[in-house]
Nanobody
Framework: QVELAESGGGLAQPGDSLTLSCSYSGRNLNTKAMGWFRQAPGKEREFVASISAIGDTIYADSMKGRFTIYRDKGRNSLYLQMHSLRSEDTAVYYC?????????????????WGQGTQVTVSL
């Protein structure tokens, strides 16, 4: 059974940094890619970043340079380091895992999802 659990969300001010964590278990997820998505109020869920099983990364254009995805296989954990936060980064952030090892952007490729963690950026 696969379990993904996000943590690290909360309230931040514009310009702050925040690191989200996702602990995972099951289905040899260390051999799979993983990704982060987010859903802002009233909007569709969107891709943030993905990391392959061997560490290759891809990002949504609006997150490049501000967000960094990385993983620690020894801890079965995925992270999203976010810098220079903006109000538009306010969203529920989800970690997810596809079935394959390659980093992917398409939500339809992801089979396993966490419950999400809320990030609110506000003065």
């Amino acid at each position: 059974q696969v379990e993904l659990a996000e943590s690290g969300g909360g309230l931040a001010q514009p310009g702050d940094s925040l690191t989200l964590s996702c602990s995972y278990s099951g289905r040899n997820l260390n051999t799979k890619a993983m990704g982060w998505f987010r859903q802002a109020p009233g909007k569709e869920r969107e891709f943030v970043a993905s990391i392959s099983a061997i560490g290759d990364t891809i990002y949504a254009d609006s997150m490049k340079g501000r967000f960094t995805i990385y993983r620690d296989k020894g801890r079965n954990s995925l992270y999203l380091q976010m810098h220079s936060l903006r109000s538009e980064d306010t969203a529920v952030y989800y970690c997810a895992a596809p079935l394959g090892p390659a980093a992917v952007m398409l939500q339809s490729e992801y089979k396993y999802w966490g419950q999400g963690t809320q990030v609110t950026v506000s003065l």
